[in-house]
């Protein structure tokens, strides 16, 4: 009836000790995440506490899920770059990282 506890104990019988250190301190920030959203005093900050818990909850899983993969590079996002002369909303485009 738990989810955390049936993905810790996942983790724990799926995964070697250094993937499983890995793997449950994304799935403690995730719940973290989880716990801030529910307890949100602003509305408005629910849907980014959730996003991240959830891409936390997602790494956790894959860990247990590819014993080849590591995601301690791994990035994503929206980064801002500017081309020389580098004048901002002129020289500027967003570059997507999916790593």
């Known amino acids: 009836m738990d989810p955390w506890n049936l993905m810790s104990t996942s983790i724990r019988q799926r995964c070697d000790l250094r993937r499983a250190q890995e793997a449950l301190a994304y799935l403690e920030q995730a719940k973290d995440l989880y716990r801030g959203a529910v307890a949100a005093s602003v509305s408005a900050a629910r849907p980014l506490l959730l996003y991240y818990c959830f891409m936390n ?19 994503h996002g929206l980064s801002e770059k500017m081309d020389p002369p580098g004048r901002e909303l002129l020289n500027s485009y967003l570059e997507l990282i999916r790593k």
């Open 57 to 75: 909850l997602a790494k956790a899983y894959c860990l247990v899920e590819d014993p080849a993969l590591s995601l301690l590079e791994a990035k």
